[in-house]
């Protein structure tokens, strides 16, 4: 299924370098806005909001950007700031992108069901890649790849890239042979080291 259209209202920023910290102190976010064919600008968004929405959105979910006086924009997330301590988003920069022009984003793996081996102990879930490159219209990109880990009955059994449920409009950019997860023998626990012989 591919993403809801997330909305963010944006206002114009001319307050740039270090005095953006006034205005993070009021609870506004600085943004950066980039993308192919428009040159990059600077705004500011609710902080609270744009946390909201972006917990949504991840950097695979398009987000339509208000701004006044502007026409409206698609955008994805390209990149946040944190504060190291608090780890507080402190700047975050979004890809303005044409709807009716393919992207290529990296989606991630989510494992979905549960494995009766691996419940019993009786074998691991091995995940090997945990994103996958595509290619797909803003519009059709997936919020996440599921996999049914249920489905696997037998330790060695395998999901490689070409195995992955995606829509036909969604085009896959890696290896269809790479290795997403295998389910393997748990690893028998290691002997204690014997101390070698001292000389009396």
Known sequence: MANET??????????????????????????????????PYSAQVDEREFNKVINKAGYSGLIELSIPGQKRQSAFLLEVQRNSVSNRIIHAD????????????????????????????NAVLNL??????????????????????????????????????????VEILDDVESLILALGYPQAEEAPAEEPATEE
């Open 6 to 39: 997330l909305r963010l209202e944006l206002q114009p920023r001319e307050i740039t370098g270090k005095k953006v910290q006034s205005l993070r102190d009021q609870g506004i976010l600085p943004i950066g806005i980039c993308g192919r064919g428009i040159e």
């Open 128 to 169: 090997v890649q945990s994103v996958v490159r595509v290619r797909a219209l803003p519009g059709d990109v997936p919020h996440q790849i599921d996999i049914d880990v249920s489905s696997l009955t037998e330790v060695g059994q395998q999901i490689l890239v070409k195995d992955l449920n995606l829509p036909a409009n």
């Open 94 to 121: 979004l890809r303005v992108v044409d709807v009716n022009q393919p992207v290529d984003l990296d989606i991630h793996v989510a494992l979905q069901g549960e494995n009766d081996l691996v419940s019993r102990g």
